[in-house]
């Protein structure tokens, strides 16, 4: 019933920009905390960055200061803009997020599908 699609990989050149987007969707009540993670081939995923439903947001050292995690609760969505990628960034990019379904008292974990991010160098 509930489904997380991310949009918004492709190819860019180093030092370029990226905004990725994840709309979730079906019955939900709310949404919790939401978090990007990446997986580049052949290693494994590792999370990315995260954001509460009150927009207190981590990230990993990574990423500081060139990635901006943010959310859209009136569209059940969270971006992330990348800046200054470089080919290191490389990867599919998945989003994931603690969801409650109307009609139930608990939180469940999804995943998208992912969307891949290449950066050329």
């Known amino acids: 019933q509930v489904q997380l699609v991310e949009s918004g990989g492709g190819l860019v050149q180093a030092g370029g920009s990226l905004r990725l987007s994840c709309a979730a969707s079906?019955?939900?009540?709310?949404?919790?905390?939401m978090a990007w993670y990446r997986q580049a081939p052949g290693k494994q995923r590792e999370l990315v960055a995260t954001?509460?439903?009150?927009?207190?947001?981590n990230y990993a050292d990574s990423v500081k200061g060139r990635f901006t995690i943010s959310r859209d609760n009136a569209k059940n969505t969270v971006y992330l803009q990348m800046n200054s990628l470089q080919p290191e960034d490389t990867g599919a990019y998945y989003c994931?997020?603690?969801?409650?379904?109307?009609?139930?008292?608990?939180?469940?974990?999804?995943w998208g599908q992912g969307t891949q991010v290449t950066v050329s160098s």
């Open positions: 954001i509460t439903s009150s927009d207190s947001t």
């Open positions: 079906g019955s939900i009540f709310s949404i919790n905390t």
């Open positions: 994931n997020a603690d969801i409650r379904r109307s009609g139930i008292t608990w939180y469940h974990n999804y």
